[in-house]
């Protein structure tokens, strides 16, 4: 006979393999029945040409894109682009689940599964878009798992390298992932100073920096424009503090990683509970895991702009903290909890699609040459759609001004990857970047490939309502004559959404921008 604890973990690993399936089919719809936005359309242009680095990421974003698309073959199908963000979180939530089972129990296990499903970062960010933080997510949520066989058996070599090749696979996928090493290295200085002795720490430490190392390399070769760009953004320059930028960050951490869940980790974290004790735990590793990095971005906000989705990976590591308190408690009221969490997330996933795909117009108006720019829901929408009208007025254009076949269109910034996508691509077009390289960004390096099979006489510019800029100023460098050819209209529900614009570039000045 089976006893009773073999029986309750067959059932709690069955409602987690539920809860994963439930979540992948919820999101496998939605992946299918929306448009790619700005930020997934750019790191599938990394996946265009493979490198060990980028501009502004590692290069993880980019294998796991050309894996899940078939090596590209199936690029154009949106949900082959996210599917590789839908395995991540189902692979995430089971070692999620496994981490907090070995630790506590595997009911703890299953509400730590539930609260990471909850989570709109781990979700949504990280479980349906095409984003960076998919990958990471993968090998930060399987660092924490090794990091729970090392702490039970601590000389073990297995578990130590594992822990060093998935720490620095989660280094390649997103720099948040050195919080990793940040955490473990507190966690030994203030509370396991013998572990110092171990050579298991050292060679797992290898590990991961000579995985994580080509970035370095490809930076020196690249005058360390990554470190550039991003040091301009993060490093405390200002004087003043930035109070409105942290209240914004703080709501939108709330947010992004649910109210409900911010409240159990709260709970957990300064509610002592008599039946648990992290003192002689793996949980004090994650704390340390999350809490430092969370200090770090609330110090950021409070001089420079930060956005809430770098807080993302903390609050996963103090997911566990949470799950295993919450397993102690007898209130009942507090036991809804997980529940709430996880039907909040549902709501907003449903409510999310269903605003993209059915508000009608847009609810930002403005003047034609902005409309709908304050409306985040057209960035998922219309592109699909407008792209075969833009490309047969192009094509008439062609014909009609007898430009060459190979004529390209052109963008000024890395968000130029949009019409890229939907229509370039599809069409057998280039898009060429012509600006400077922190607005250009992956660009400017493709711009040395794709010159050879353009002729950049004359050149297309599209240029959606949602994010219009000054064409005549921004292309003056590079050509002589810039026109206005047509406008195409972008319709929900019967009511104007947005609006491309279309311009064609003649003249041109024979000034490429790239990386020589």
Same mark, same amino acid.
């Given at each position: +006979? ?32 929306? #448009? %790619? ?10 996946? =265009? ?52 089972? $070995? ?5 703890? @296990? ?25 990958? =990471? ?8 798992? +090794? ?17 060093? /090749?998935?720490?620095? %696979? ?12 940040? @955490? ?24 991961? /920096? ?27 320059? $200002?004087?003043? *503090? ?9 709501? @939108? ?36 895991? @999350?809490?430092? %990095? ?10 420079? $702009? ?68 304050? #409306? ?8 699909? +759609? ?6 047969? /007025? ?39 970047? %012509? ?6 960004? =992956?660009? &400017? ?8 099979? *353009? ?31 047509? &406008? ?25 921008? $790239?990386?020589?």
């Amino acid at each position: +006979m089976i006893n009773k604890v073999e029986a309750n973990g067959n059932k709690y690993t069955k409602r987690v393999l539920l809860l994963i399936l439930f979540f992948s089919i919820l999101k496998f719809f939605i992946a299918g029945n929306i #448009d %790619l936005g700005t930020d997934e359309s750019y790191y599938w242009l990394y996946a =265009q040409k493979l490198q060990i680095n980028y501009f502004d990421h590692p290069p993880m974003v980019a294998y796991w894109l050309r894996f899940f698309t078939g090596n590209l073959l199936l690029q154009q199908y949106e949900v082959f682009v996210r599917l590789g963000s839908i395995v991540a979180c189902g692979f995430s939530t089971w070692f999620m689940y496994k981490t907090v089972a $070995e630790v506590h129990s595997q009911r703890a @296990g299953w509400i730590a599964a539930c609260l990471y499903n909850a989570s709109l970062y781990a979700t949504v960010t990280a479980g349906l878009l095409a984003m960076p933080d998919a990958p =990471q997510m993968f090998f930060y949520t399987l660092s924490l798992w +090794m990091l729970v066989k090392i702490y039970s058996n601590e000389k073990a070599i297995y578990p130590w390298i594992l822990f060093g /090749i998935a720490s620095g %696979l989660c280094i390649i996928s997103k720099a948040h992932g050195i919080f990793l090493w940040v @955490g473990v290295g507190t966690y030994v200085l203030f509370c396991k100073r013998n572990w110092l002795g171990y050579y298991q720490l050292y060679l797992a430490a290898l590990i991961a /920096i000579i995985i994580a190392s080509p970035i370095v390399f490809w930076n020196i070769a690249n005058d360390f424009v990554t470190y550039k760009f991003h040091t301009n953004r993060v490093v405390i320059q $200002e004087t003043g *503090v930035n109070w409105m930028g942290f209240v914004r960050e703080l709501i @939108g951490e709330i947010i992004i990683n649910n109210p409900f869940n911010i409240v159990l980790i709260l709970l957990a974290l300064f509610i002592k509970n008599k039946l648990v004790s992290i003192k002689q735990s793996p949980i004090l590793i994650f704390n340390y895991i @999350g809490l430092t %990095l969370l200090f770090t971005i609330f110090f950021i906000a409070l001089f420079r $702009e930060t956005l809430p989705h770098w807080s993302g990976v903390a609050y996963v590591a103090l997911i566990p903290i949470a799950a295993i308190k919450f397993d102690s408690l007898t209130n009942k009221k507090l036991r809804l909890l997980p529940a709430l969490s996880m039907t909040f997330c549902v709501l907003v996933l449903l409510s999310i699609y269903s605003f993209i795909n059915f508000y009608p117009g847009n609810f930002a108006k403005g003047n034609k040459e902005n409309y709908g720019h304050a #409306d985040l829901s057209v960035d998922n929408y219309g592109w699909s +759609m407008a792209a075969p009208v833009i490309n047969i /007025i192009c094509q008439d254009e062609i014909k009609r001004s007898n430009w060459s076949s190979n004529t390209p269109f052109v963008c000024n910034k890395w968000w130029g990857a949009h019409i890229d996508y939907y229509v370039c691509v599809p069409n057998g077009i280039q898009m060429i970047g %012509l600006g400077e390289v922190n607005e250009l960004h =992956q660009y &400017t390096w493709l711009n040395s490939i794709r010159k050879n099979s *353009v002729d950049l006489s004359n050149a297309f510019c599209v240029v959606p309502s949602i994010d219009n800029y000054d064409v005549q100023e921004s292309y003056k460098n590079y050509y002589s004559k810039i026109e206005y050819l047509t &406008t195409v209209n972008v319709v929900r529900q019967g009511k104007p959404a947005y609006y491309f614009f279309i311009y064609k570039l003649s003249g041109w000045k024979n000034n490429l921008p $790239e990386i020589k």
